[in-house]
C-alpha cells in the first residue's frame, strides 16, 4: 500500500498561476477579425460575407464561453476553499507575485468587457438583430457577464489573500503620535 500524499499547500505560484491562465484561456487561436464590427463602420446587413461574419463571430463567442467558463469554475472554487481554509500565521503571497497576477487578470477581463460592449454596439446600430436575430446578442451577454463575475472574483479573493497575509505579517510594536513620524520611520534605514 502506498502512502497517502499530503495535499500541496497554496502558495504564491498558485495564486499567480490561476490569474495567468484565466486570460490565457480566453485567447483561442484563429479568433475571428471583430474589427469589422467596430462602431462607425457600416455594415451591410444584406451581404453575404457579412452574415457568415455573424455566424462566425457568434461561434466564437460561444466556444470562448464554453473554455473559459469551465476552467473558472473548477480553478476558482478550489483556490477560495484554499485561501478560506489557510492557517492563521501563514503568509500565502510573500512576493505580491499572485495578487499582482490577480490584478492583471481582472484589468484583461475589463478590457475584454468594454471590447464586448463596442461589438455589441456597432451590431445593433447595423441592425444586425433584425436582419439576423438575437443569437449573437445572447452569446455576447452570456460572455459578458462571465467576464464580469471573474473580474468580480479577483477582486474579492485578491482581497481576502491581502488580508490572510496583513493579518499574518508582524507586527512592530511601535505606535506614532503622528503620521509624519509613521512616514519618516518608514523612510529610515
Not at 9 to 17: G, P, V
Not at 107 to 130: N, P, Q
Not at 152 to 160: A, D, T
Amino acid at each position: 500500500m502506498g502512502a497517502a500524499s499530503a495535499s500541496p499547500t497554496l502558495n504564491s505560484d498558485a495564486i499567480r498561476n490561476v490569474g495567468q491562465v484565466l486570460p490565457w484561456l480566453d485567447r483561442l487561436p484563429g479568433q475571428p477579425d471583430v474589427t469589422r464590427f467596430t462602431p462607425g463602420d457600416s455594415i451591410d446587413i444584406r451581404d453575404r460575407d457579412t452574415r457568415e461574419a455573424v455566424a462566425v463571430l457568434e461561434r466564437h463567442l460561444r466556444k470562448r464561453q464554453d473554455s473559459v467558463n469551465g476552467a473558472f469554475s473548477a480553478m476558482t472554487e478550489k483556490l477560495w476553499a484554499e485561501v478560506e481554509s489557510a492557517m492563521p500565521g501563514t503568509v500565502l503571497d510573500p512576493e505580491g507575485s499572485g495578487v499582482q497576477a490577480l490584478e492583471e487578470a481582472e484589468e484583461y477581463f475589463r478590457t475584454e468587457c468594454d471590447e464586448l460592449r463596442t461589438i455589441r454596439k456597432a451590431l445593433d446600430r447595423s441592425g444586425v438583430r433584425s436582419a439576423y436575430g438575437a443569437s449573437v446578442f445572447d452569446a455576447l451577454e452570456r460572455l459578458n457577464r462571465l467576464f464580469f463575475d471573474i473580474v468580480q472574483w479577483c477582486q474579492e479573493i485578491r482581497w481576502l489573500v491581502m488580508i490572510h497575509d496583513g493579518v499574518a505579517s508582524p507586527v512592530t510594536g511601535k505606535t506614532y503620535k503622528s503620521g509624519a513620524k509613521l512616514v519618516s520611520s518608514l523612510t529610515d534605514s
